[in-house]
């Protein structure tokens, strides 16, 4: 069983930044495309950010471009979403995912695996 483990999630200042992480288990990390997507309350679960398997390619929504990047260290096994400029619409659970496939994706059906979510609360 591939498990994604998340931290980072917490309270912070309008402008501010936060870093999340998610760590994933297994020997063939480096096989497969990861993704951020985050989720409201009574909302859709929202695409935010996704990276190749091999980190090459990574794609954002409009809503986070330029204000967020995504990243991935293959000999560690993780993934991580550094946000910076933080808006109080981002305030959301976020949600590390892991692809089926190598290439970067945008849409949840793509997911196989699903981190346990962890909050990011923007105050204004």
């Known amino acids: 069983q591939v498990q994604l483990v998340e931290s980072g999630g917490g309270l912070v200042q309008a402008g501010g930044s936060l870093r999340l992480a998610c760590a994933v288990s297994g020997r063939t990390f480096s096989n497969y495309a990861m993704a951020w997507f985050r989720q409201a309350p009574g909302k859709e679960r929202d695409f935010v950010a996704a990276i190749s398997a091999s980190g090459a390619t990574t794609t954002y929504a409009d809503s986070v471009k330029g204000r967020f990047t995504i990243s991935r260290d293959n000999a560690k096994n993780t993934v991580s979403l550094q946000m910076n400029s933080l808006k109080p619409e981002d305030t959301d659970v976020y949600y590390c995912?892991?692809?089926?496939?190598?290439?970067?994706?945008?849409?949840?059906?793509?997911?196989?695996?699903w981190g346990q979510g962890t909050q990011v609360t923007v105050s204004s």
């Open positions: 995912a892991r692809a089926r496939r190598a290439t970067v994706f945008t849409t949840t059906d793509a997911v196989n695996y």
